[in-house]
């Protein structure tokens, strides 16, 4: 096992003996496919990496070994030439394809990481059902919907459960690991173990909206754009408010545009539509107009703040 610290915070990739998975499908080469990509392929792990756009695989692919390049400078500090073989190695077991259905003939595990919408799931986990092996776990990375309704449509539901990372995901050290009401308990003790082959600390939870982090996160971030659309506080305040006087790495507008506006909006709106009654999640005006515009935060170079296109 290796072990190394990222910003003060500890991080080990290892191939645990216990773990079968080997191969592992990740759909969507998006903020959040590429990063799970990135820590199973660090894990010695084969990896399929897929989206409908090959541009977004292009660009995943870049990234990724950009990302590679920073773990590599901490992990060989001393020893450049062994970094750049970790790179080079761990980018090697990442294959990408366009084709959800043919990446999955081979996969001991598939996390879905595409748009967080229903239909658009369904769709696609109909598809990998009926595509990959019998022994194939299914997981959704969902940041807001129910594991339940995702996996509703597929027919191994003791093979289903939810896998939700964090971004920066190969910086984040917590894994999410959802139990859905038919995951069995070999399917779940897989997903813990997967998790901590890949270097993360697990916490278990029931399929209940945003699950931990996300019930008491998107709260927080709403209430943050609420302060700011009221002119309670200018945006920079808000965050450095939070930053100096809560401790937190980045301020909650930061944080917004960092998640992506859309992805807010996406989990927004679902729960409103769910709860109405609960005003924690009403709708933002702010929010919605500024998603209409495309902006969307850093991926699109503007949100709340404006940021320098690379
Ligand atoms: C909505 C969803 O469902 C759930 C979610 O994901 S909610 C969002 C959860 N995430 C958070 O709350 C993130 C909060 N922010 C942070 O923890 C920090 O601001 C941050 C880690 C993103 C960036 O840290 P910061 O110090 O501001 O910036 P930066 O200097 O660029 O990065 C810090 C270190 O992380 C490393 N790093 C950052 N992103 C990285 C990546 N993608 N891959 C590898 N390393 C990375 C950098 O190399 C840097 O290392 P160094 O300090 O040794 O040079
Ligand atoms: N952004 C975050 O901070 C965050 C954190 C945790 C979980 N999540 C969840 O992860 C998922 C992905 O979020 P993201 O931020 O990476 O989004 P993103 O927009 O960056 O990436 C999604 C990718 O999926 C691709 N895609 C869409 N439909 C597809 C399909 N049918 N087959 C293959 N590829 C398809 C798109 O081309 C896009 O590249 C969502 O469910 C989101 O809620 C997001």
Not at 239 to 248: F, Q, V
Request: positive net charge; charged residues 25%.
């Amino acid at each position: 096992m290796i072990n190394f610290r990222i910003i003060g915070r500890q991080f080990s990739t290892s191939i645990s003996k216990q773990n079968a998975i080997k191969n592992v499908t990740v759909i969507g080469g998006g903020l959040m496919g590429s990063g799970i990509a990135q820590v199973a392929a660090q894990a010695g792990q084969s990896v399929t990496l897929v989206d409908v756009s090959s541009d977004v695989l292009a660009k995943s692919q870049k990234s990724i070994g950009a990302n590679l390049g920073r773990v590599a400078k901490k992990l060989y500090k001393d020893k450049p030439e062994d970094g750049e073989k970790f790179v080079a190695e761990a980018l090697g077991r990442i294959k990408t394809a366009t084709d959800p259905g043919e990446a999955s003939k081979s996969a001991d595990l598939i996390v879905e990481a595409i748009v967080e919408n229903m239909d658009v799931k369904h769709k696609l986990f109909k598809q990998l059902d009926s595509a990959a092996p019998a022994h194939t776990i299914l997981a959704s990375n969902t940041s807001s919907l129910s594991i339940n309704e995702i996996g509703s449509v597929v027919k191994r539901k003791d093979k289903f459960g939810g896998l939700h990372f964090f971004n920066p995901v190969p910086v984040m050290r917590l894994l999410e690991v959802v139990k859905g009401a038919e995951t069995s308990e070999d399917t779940y003790k897989s997903m813990m173990e997967w998790g901590k082959a890949v270097g993360k600390t697990c916490i278990t939870c029931k399929d209940t909206p945003g699950f931990v982090v996300n019930r008491l996160l998107v709260p927080y971030i709403c209430e943050a754009m609420r302060l700011y659309e009221r002119g309670d506080a200018s945006a920079r305040d808000i965050d450095i408010a939070m930053k100096l006087g809560a401790g937190y790495p980045m301020g909650p507008l930061e944080l917004a545009d960092y998640v992506g506006l859309d992805t807010n909006k996406f989990i927004l709106d679902g729960w409103h539509k769910k709860f109405p009654d609960q005003p924690l999640f009403k709708p933002i005006p702010l929010l919605n107009k500024l998603v209409a515009e495309g902006k969307l935060g850093v991926k699109t170079g503007e949100g709340i703040y404006k940021y320098d296109k690379k």
